[in-house]
């Protein structure tokens, strides 16, 4: 691990904790993280690093090394198709990651079955690869059956009675949005699922705080907003806004259920990779009243994925956004484990080729 804190990307230093000017024409270091359980995973420059509080109030931080695949594979990095690469391998990554805190966090680990072991032994993959493979094969079943198959048989039955193309695809993107809103309202009244909610708020002002430049501490930290306009949550808000836009110009018209579905599911990408671009303009812009309007849909919606943290979930998240930025002591002392272990290199995780949610 790298003894100063300076950290370097497009050719521009930036020093946690230290104001610097605003520099003409490159991006100082950008930082993204996700929330946990009982803990946050941030993603710098060359590090991902998760922290979790365990049972007995340490803090357990993880480092590992950052793998960009647009380095080895230069088409992953074009603007459109970084944006599909960036969300499956955030996906892959994100759910490798809440298994690996949820494990942390009570102390248990959770093994593979016999079945699962004879078809990793199968298919020549290690069985915790094959669980993590179907499970995020299943969370995007679930996710697009859900979010984009069911509103489009509700689009095919407006059709029926509504012969306009425009206002078909906005009711059908009316339906979308609000199974979405109603769906996190709905698990964000699960105790557990809340303290996730108040680790991503917790996770949000950390990285607003390290935006600043203002030193890394707890009362800096909580003095900034649990809304970030980078969130995932405004990157799902943009995926169904641009959908209705998508599907208008371009989507299948027929009152045909299964000709509609064909025709979004072979969409989705466009509109994934549309959506990421104008997340990361988004992110990038001047404030002006056109980008707040812009950014307003998401930022309301973080109103329900995001909660005010207490002290102890920000500790956490600075652990973890300290960790992945490669600063000294990211852990305090008296958050130590005292069989903490060793913070070698593990094997890195995929990633896109630049940019990260918050």
Same mark, same amino acid.
């Given at each position: 691990?790298?003894?100063?804190?300076?950290?370097?990307?497009?050719?521009?230093?930036?020093?946690?904790?230290?104001?610097?000017?605003?520099?003409?024409?490159?991006?100082?270091?950008?930082?993204?993280?996700?929330?946990?359980?009982?803990?946050?995973?941030?993603?710098?420059?060359?590090?991902?690093?998760?922290?979790?509080?365990?049972?007995?109030?340490?803090?357990?931080?993880?480092?590992?090394?950052?793998?960009?695949?647009?380095?080895?594979?230069?088409?992953?990095?074009?603007?459109?198709?970084?944006?599909?690469?960036?969300?499956?391998?955030?996906?892959?990554?994100?759910?490798?990651?809440?298994?690996?805190?949820?494990?942390?966090?009570?102390?248990?680990?959770?093994?593979?079955?016999?079945?699962?072991?004879?078809?990793?032994?199968?298919?020549?993959?290690?069985?915790?690869?094959?669980?993590?493979?179907?499970?995020?094969?299943?969370?995007?079943?679930?996710?697009?059956?859900?979010?984009?198959?069911?509103?489009?048989?509700?689009?095919?039955?407006?059709?029926?009675?509504?012969?306009?193309?425009?206002?078909?695809?906005?009711?059908?993107?009316?339906?979308?949005?609000?199974?979405?809103?109603?769906?996190?309202?709905?698990?964000?009244?699960?105790?557990?699922?809340?303290?996730?909610?108040?680790?991503?708020?917790?996770?949000?002002?950390?990285?607003?705080?390290?935006?600043?430049?203002?030193?890394?501490?707890?009362?800096?930290?909580?003095?900034?907003?649990?809304?970030?306009?980078?969130?995932?949550?405004?990157?799902?808000? &943009?995926?169904?806004?641009?959908? &209705?836009?998508?599907?208008?110009?371009?989507?299948?018209?027929?009152?045909?259920?299964?000709?509609?579905?064909?025709?979004?599911?072979?969409?989705?990408?466009?509109?994934?990779?549309?959506?990421?671009?104008?997340?990361?303009?988004?992110?990038?812009?001047?404030?002006?009243?056109?980008?707040?309007?812009?950014?307003?849909?998401?930022?309301?919606?973080?109103?329900?994925?995001?909660?005010?943290?207490?002290?102890?979930?920000?500790?956490?998240?600075?652990?973890?956004?300290?960790?992945?930025?490669?600063?000294?002591?990211?852990?305090?002392?008296?958050?130590?484990?005292?069989?903490?272990?060793?913070?070698?290199?593990?094997?890195?995780?995929?990633?896109?080729?630049?940019?990260?949610?918050?």
């Amino acid at each position: 691990m790298k003894q100063d804190n300076t950290t370097k990307k497009g050719g521009v230093l930036k020093t946690p904790g230290k104001t610097t000017d605003k520099p003409t024409g490159q991006s100082c270091v950008s930082v993204g993280g996700q929330a946990v359980m009982e803990g946050v995973m941030m993603m710098g420059p060359e590090k991902i690093a998760l922290a979790v509080r365990r049972p007995d109030g340490k803090i357990e931080l993880r480092l590992k090394p950052r793998k960009y695949l647009a380095k080895k594979y230069p088409i992953l990095g074009w603007p459109i198709i970084r944006g599909v690469v960036n969300f499956v391998a955030q996906l892959y990554v994100g759910m490798k990651t809440l298994t690996e805190s949820a494990e942390i966090s009570t102390g248990e680990v959770e093994e593979p079955s016999e079945f699962e072991k004879k078809v990793a032994k199968t298919l020549h993959v290690k069985p915790d690869s094959l669980m993590m493979g179907a499970a995020v094969v299943l969370a995007l079943v679930m996710a697009i059956g859900l979010f984009f198959l069911l509103p489009t048989a509700i689009e095919a039955l407006f059709k029926r009675f509504i012969p306009s193309r425009t206002v078909t695809n906005l009711l059908g993107g009316l339906v979308r949005m609000g199974l979405f809103l109603a769906y996190v309202w709905l698990v964000s009244r699960i105790p557990d699922i809340h303290r996730v909610f108040m680790y991503h708020g917790a996770e949000h002002k950390s990285i607003f705080c390290f935006e600043s430049g203002k030193p890394l501490t707890v009362a800096n930290a909580q003095s900034f907003t649990t809304y970030h306009p980078r969130c995932g949550t405004s990157f799902v808000v &943009i995926v169904f806004v641009i959908s &209705i836009l998508v599907f208008t110009l371009l989507g299948n018209d027929s009152s045909n259920v299964f000709a509609r579905m064909g025709s979004r599911l072979l969409l989705l990408p466009v509109t994934a990779g549309v959506s990421y671009e104008i997340l990361k303009w988004l992110g990038r812009a001047e404030d002006t009243p056109l980008v707040r309007a812009l950014k307003w849909p998401g930022l309301m919606v973080q109103h329900i994925t995001t909660a005010q943290p207490t002290d102890d979930m920000v500790e956490v998240a600075l652990c973890s956004l300290r960790g992945a930025l490669e600063m000294p002591n990211p852990v305090p002392k008296q958050f130590m484990p005292e069989d903490a272990p060793q913070q070698a290199d593990e094997p890195a995780q995929p990633d896109a080729a630049e940019g990260e949610n918050a």
